[in-house]
């Protein structure tokens, strides 16, 4: 969330003398996109920046995408994802295009015996089950069920887990932010925002280390993966200012927007980013027009595919859908609730539905670990006799 934040020891200007107490100067790094026009920090580091004793290149990073075939609507099964070392190198992706890549990730309690920097995407984890810290040269940030970690280009971390996690995971190479129509022109949340920077977590506490030694960072860039061996320990920073750094929203801090007949879906959006938005569908008291009907309209999303990942509750217009459960409701056809769900919705009062959607502008592909997934779904709408 692009508010002013620092930690540590900053001099009182920028770009001008920092002196660490033998006399020798911290290494001042200024990191910030869209070449310095967008948001930026400016860290102080122990050594110098650059400095990379081995590199080497472990291959490519890019999704291996398949035929989607005749358009329908598509679920996958996400329940059983296999558990692996640690969460970067457990996650599999899904569903993508250029503007995103959808993916999951089950890791054990633990911490990474590397670090990762993703310099050509802003990655996002949502933590459906588990809680950890993520380490990064901006501090620490603590984490449990519900966050959105969002991680901007080229932060360098590391996440050490609790106990076993499962995270839905976003990875685009544009920014991750709270829609415009919710900020002023000076990027302050308006008071008809669902959620406020008070609901937003910053680093808070900064670990420098000067530690030398071996530490391998894999780097994701170019689509493929690179190694780098450092000789000192990457989170050297002993202070750093600035709107750049990771941060964390939790999904139970967005606050429903509702009302008296069935709210159109951009109520719930929570982030945008180019050519796609995520959207929270939280607990909340349903429509209360005294004939109104809560399940959504039958509705053809035509330039939009949607994909949904359901994490708790009874999902108010899905039938044959599991906890963990994706669901692709691509362009081309219209979708909606299925037979007996829109009558079944009349008279409910409320939902207890958590889920994480992301609508798309342009189609999603899916990956060939997607298939191995998927689970019948377009017959749920084959039920009765079709009125
Ligand atoms: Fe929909």
Redesign the pocket.
């Known amino acids: 969330m692009p508010y002013y934040h620092k930690l540590g020891q900053i001099p009182h200007k920028r770009h001008i003398q920092f002196k660490k107490p033998d006399g020798k100067l911290y290494r001042e790094e200024v990191m910030g996109l869209e070449g310095f026009s967008s948001l930026q920090s400016i860290l102080y580091h122990h050594f110098l920046p650059p400095r990379v004793m081995k590199t080497a290149d472990c291959g490519p990073a890019k999704p291996e995408y398949v035929d989607f075939g005749p358009i329908r609507h598509r679920a996958l099964r996400t329940h059983q994802t296999l558990l692996g070392a640690d969460p970067v190198s457990a996650r599999i992706p899904l569903l993508g295009n250029n503007d995103v890549i959808l993916g999951v990730s089950r890791a054990p309690k633990g911490g990474m015996d590397y670090f990762y920097r993703n310099s050509q995407a802003y990655e996002t984890w949502w933590v459906h089950d588990g809680s950890g810290t993520l380490k990064s040269q901006f501090g620490n940030l603590s984490f449990r069920k519900g966050d959105y970690i969002v991680i901007p280009f080229g932060t360098t971390w590391k996440m050490e887990l609790n106990e076993e996690s499962k995270f839905f995971t976003i990875e685009n190479p544009s920014q991750m932010e709270p829609p415009k129509r919710y900020r002023n022109p000076y990027g302050q949340l308006l008071e008809h925002a669902p959620f406020c920077e008070r609901d937003i977590r910053a680093p808070t506490e900064l670990e420098t280390h000067t530690e030398r030694g071996e530490f391998e960072v894999r780097v994701k860039v170019r689509d493929r993966i690179s190694q780098h061996i450092l000789d000192y320990h990457p989170f050297d920073v002993v202070g750093w200012d600035g709107y750049l750094y990771p941060w964390i929203f939790n999904i139970e801090d967005f606050e429903p927007i509702t009302g008296r007949i069935h709210q159109p ?1 951009p109520v719930h959006q929570t982030f945008e980013a180019h050519n796609f938005v995520v959207c929270s569908f939280v607990p909340r008291l349903f429509d209360y027009h005294p004939e109104g009907i809560p399940a ?1 309209y039958n ?1 053809s ?1 035509i330039q939009s595919d ?1 994909v ?1 990942y359901y994490a708790e509750g009874n999902f108010m217009s899905r039938k044959g859908i599991d906890r963990s459960d994706i669901s692709l ?1 691509p362009f081309g056809l219209p ?2 609730p299925q037979p007996g769900m829109t009558e079944a919705s009349i008279g409910k009062t409320e939902t207890k539905e958590l889920a994480v ?1 992301v609508d798309t502008f342009h189609p999603l592909q899916l990956t060939k670990q997607a298939l191995e997934m998927e689970k019948p779904y377009m017959e749920t709408w084959l039920e009765g006799d079709g009125e």
């Open positions: 879906p959504p509705h999303n949607e949904i409701h979708h909606g959607m």
